[in-house]
């Protein structure tokens, strides 16, 4: 990950309601869920999150499809994987640990 993709990511991330936002929908991997329901949860309007859930989109942290007359979103795990990886990349000095490693490795059990 780019040092601009990680200032998104982080600057999407660093208001409350959109980080609820994206904690929510990393709970509900694999499926995701409507933006109603999301709305509902954080005791949002729907207006207020459509624009918290647009930052998220436009950082890439989530994704979303249209399912009927509702449009579902998903936290992606990869950018986030990628975002974790590039502040942890130059842990231990920059030396050669697992630490790093084992952050690629991490994957949501419910998709397996």
């Not at 869920?33 to 005791?43: I, K, Q, S, T, Y």
């Not at 399912?67 to 920059?94: K, Q």
């Given at each position: 990950?780019?040092?601009?993709?990680?200032?998104?990511?982080?600057?999407?991330?660093?208001?409350?309601?959109r980080l609820?936002?994206?904690?929510?929908?990393?709970?509900?991997?694999?499926?995701?869920?409507?933006?109603?329901?999301?709305?509902?949860?954080?005791?949002?309007?729907?207006?207020?999150?459509?624009?918290?859930?647009?930052?998220?989109?436009?950082?890439?942290?989530?994704?979303?499809?249209r399912?009927?007359?509702?449009?579902?979103?998903?936290?992606?795990?990869?950018?986030?994987?990628?975002?974790?990886?590039?502040?942890?990349?130059?842990?231990?000095?920059?030396a050669?640990?697992?630490?790093?490693?084992?952050?690629?490795?991490?994957?949501?059990?419910?998709?397996?």
């Open positions: 990950m780019e040092m601009e993709a990680a200032l998104a990511c982080l600057a999407a991330l660093s208001q409350p309601t609820e936002a994206f904690r929510l929908l990393v709970r509900h991997e694999p499926k995701g869920l409507p933006a109603g329901d999301v709305a509902r949860a954080l005791c949002v309007p729907q207006n207020t999150l459509s624009a918290h859930l647009n930052v998220l989109s436009q950082a890439r942290l989530v994704m979303s499809a399912n009927g007359r509702s449009i579902v979103y998903r936290a992606d795990l990869s950018r986030l994987n990628a975002l974790t990886r590039f502040l942890a990349e130059d842990c231990c000095g920059g050669a640990c697992a630490s790093a490693d084992r952050l690629a490795a991490i994957t949501c059990e419910s998709s397996r």
